[in-house]
């Protein structure tokens, strides 16, 4: 008997455990302290901004992974949906003036955190189950994350239930699976409306093979 042996179980933990190693780095950066980093310069013309952070306690060792996916899928979404996104820490540093919070809350945020995202007077949509988040905040809970449909649907109904979603919202295909092309193809054809159409149309511009035999059968 043959045993298999999965080669790629030694890489299994590689990317959490990065995370884990550079969760100093990560606090840094989405933690609540003023960013050092000018995000003037990378958003000239502000149109609407997005800072997006995290509790002292979610980027910590032991959930600093899961929180820097959340992360990440937020701050894509975000993108997909028209604003311009940065770290909370240029919102309190004052650099740019924010449209819209999103805040990865883990188990625990302290009271002076919450204190201090409330003082910042903006909207957000709080990521977390336990404590609670400011008010006229939106909340999600942490596990919906494992679900990525399910997530999506309530972080963009969030959002949109806070703020006027920007103008270039929807330009990604990463909110949904339906085709991004809207107007004529590069050959000047109208898309196709359903996979029926796409079907026939592919079928349209199909020829068949000509009869006889071919040049590699000589």
């Known amino acids: 008997m043959v045993k298999l042996v999965d080669t790629t179980l030694p890489f299994a933990d590689v990317v959490a455990r990065h995370r884990r190693e550079q969760a100093g780095a990560a606090a840094a950066t989405f933690g609540l302290s003023a960013s050092t980093h000018d995000w003037r310069a990378v958003y000239p013309d502000v149109v609407a901004v997005a800072g997006i952070g995290a509790s002292e306690q979610a980027l910590s060792d032991a959930g600093v992974d899961l929180t820097q996916r959340v992360i990440g899928g ?55 189950s336990m404590a609670e988040p400011p008010v006229g905040w939106a909340r999600i809970e942490p596990g919906v994350f494992g679900d990525r449909a399910q997530f999506v649907r309530q972080f963009v109904a969030a959002v949109a239930s806070l703020v006027e979603v920007p103008e270039a919202a929807y330009v990604s295909n990463n909110l949904s699976n339906e085709p991004r092309r809207t107007g004529t193809d590069d050959g000047g054809r109208a898309p196709a409306e359903t996979p029926a159409d796409l079907h026939r149309h592919g079928r349209r511009r199909t020829t068949a093979d000509p009869r006889g035999p071919r040049p590699s059968d000589s």
């Open 74 to 128: 937020s701050g894509g979404l975000l993108v997909d949906l028209g604003f311009q996104v940065c770290p909370i820490g240029a919102i309190t540093s004052g650099m740019l003036p924010p449209s819209l919070l999103v805040w990865v809350a883990g188990e625990t945020t302290t009271p002076q955190e919450s204190e201090k995202l409330s003082s910042l007077n903006v909207p957000g949509v709080w990521i977390g």
